[in-house]
DNA sequence: GATCAGGATGGGAGCGTTCCCAAATAAAAC
DNA sequence: GTTTTATTTGGGAACGCTCCCATCCTGATC
């Protein structure tokens, strides 16, 4: 008597249940489900009444098979150079991903892919219908993956500026050249007037923002010296080009490093070479990452607001799901120098 | 005549339509689909070209809306403890649970879940059929989420060993007292007699176990001062312990933290007393952490197999999801010691 | 009192699969 | 030549939902 009729073994109560319950038709339990007005308020209260004793739950392959959404955002971590991003970097992302999305109907799927047979999975995700719209992190160079997910019919939001500008594809970065500059100019004033940067690869739109903001904040300063020596955002890579640095200058007086990796690798060779950090040689990285609380000093460093940049990311995609004509631009967040002892 | 009748407005051929281009009935195209061998090899050829020519993919929503399976597996990341895992964890478990996974129709599906309202969310996709199988990782203390889980009717997998026995949920955890008893030991073979132990939190079973193998190394050795001072894990606590055990026995000459992070914390603290490390005292770590590699000296650490821990985790589920009657004991990887600088 | 408008409702028609059973065919056994 | 058995095949019937159209009220308007 209590225990109300199910349709096969599976204990879960379908709509039709649900309408049976509450006395009323398949048709009006749907509209109670999909939140539409033209419902009585007597149904409305007796079809929630009925879902609530049932616990129904609507199920969601039903329900995509004929609205043809997936409600579902698909992320790809493209992540082939292993130590791209500073190391909260992941977690933090997700975090703001997640923030943004819980307020949504949206599921969050995600996948790893750097290879092209990847790559291709997720164009097929794309293309039976199985997620409504992709968020890409860490693409290197200029990956066809954002293009094609397009022309698949997705749209897509992009971690970081690419580096040929894709047309419709938005994307969210950090103000790196900003960052970098205040850096920079952080250093001139602390009266330092022979200053390095240990640049990051420069096929990657991170490191040539940040030696442009490096450029940038000594335009036009008069005695200033200038010293450039190529990294790739690797600890090992920042010690190298130290030591490069010291020899071309045995004078210098500040480092600025693209990454705390590098930071990290330049207070090494700084100390290896009988430099005091800050005294003799000020260094300032660019990530702040838990690193750069670890370091003896504690470093300097560029903060980027990671986990904003994943709610702005969240944003981007749930803006275009809602209108496919929306035309976005890009979201360039502000970063912060957080003074340590470094400098 | 080239193109192919297409329903509707969406592109994307079903399996009739490949039925049809084959000649075939759609029962026929289906078993070739899903790899049933009661076809004959000329059926079978004419389906296959003609999914190749349609560029057919299945519809997943129909799919599970018959079998009432999701093929998704959901991982859900319970962290209120912002920094219990270094960082290369995530990253690292995340691409050894896609290796796994990629060899099987599984999606992933990722999740934070603090709250208990989350909680809930979790398990309303387990009732609703949106996942079939869910991986916790970073779970504190005893929560119900997996007995919940395994309620609702989906196989769960845990990652770390929970602190209470829950009957029939598997973990994989590293041999977290076995990592601990190594370093000990090691410490005790390069004739430290002075030895300090910096605990985890001992409501979480790493914190316990790695307790237990510093007890463990240096049980019926004789000559041996034991010191042990209490830790969360995180940095500032390592420092403060550090400081503590200081006072208590001014003349140690090893310390042994249960994380890389209390380690840092340990030996600027040491540094600050005007230790050297090694030299005074030996330090040792556990999580073989980035950080590790940039202390400087650089840090001598228990290493963890996570992204095998990460595969492990997809086995287990998916064994289960094989054949859920399947009975699976807990899979404990080894550990290992990384002697660097510090010890 | 008859007509009309508009909101609320009921239920049929799919959505694209898989499952299953009956039918057809081929091969083997008697 | 006939019966039995094995192998393939075809297609109806769900799966649980949303969409849409026809119907039914209720009350206002002429």
Known sequence: MSEVRRSRASGRPTLEQVAIEANVSRGTASRVVNGSLEVSPWALKAVQDAIRKLGYV?????????????????????????????????VNLVRGLSQELSSTPLQLNLMMANTARQHGKVEQQ???????????????????????????????????RPMSDIGAVPYVDADN?????????????????????????????????????????????????????????????????????????????AVFAASDLMAAGAMKALRAAGRRVPDDVAVIGFDDSDLA?????MLTSVSQPIQQMGRELAKLLITQLRDPEAKLSPVILPTELVCRESA
């Open 58 to 90: 609507p199920n969601q392959a039903a329900r995509s098979l004929v609205t043809r959404r997936s409600d579902t955002v698909l992320l790809v971590v493209s992540e082939s150079e292993d130590r791209v991003f500073g190391e909260p970097f992941f």
């Open 126 to 160: 794309v293309r039976n219908g199985h997620v409504d719209g992709v968020i890409l992190i860490s693409l290197h160079g200029d990956d066809p993956l954002p293009t094609n997910i397009v022309a698949a019919g997705a749209p897509v939001a992009l971690n970081g």
């Open 177 to 253: 050249e900003s960052g970098a500059r205040t850096a920079v100019e952080y250093l001139y004033r602390q009266g330092r007037r022979r200053i390095a940067t240990i640049t990051g690869p420069q096929d990657m739109a991170a490191g040539i923002d940040r030696l442009a903001g490096y450029r940038a904040a000594l335009r036009g300063k008069r005695g200033v010296t200038r010293l450039v020596a190529a990294g790739d955002f690797g600890q090992a890579s920042g010690e190298a080009a130290t030591r490069e640095l010291l020899a071309k200058d045995p004078e210098l007086d």
């Open 293 to 297: 609380r670890n370091t003896d000093p």
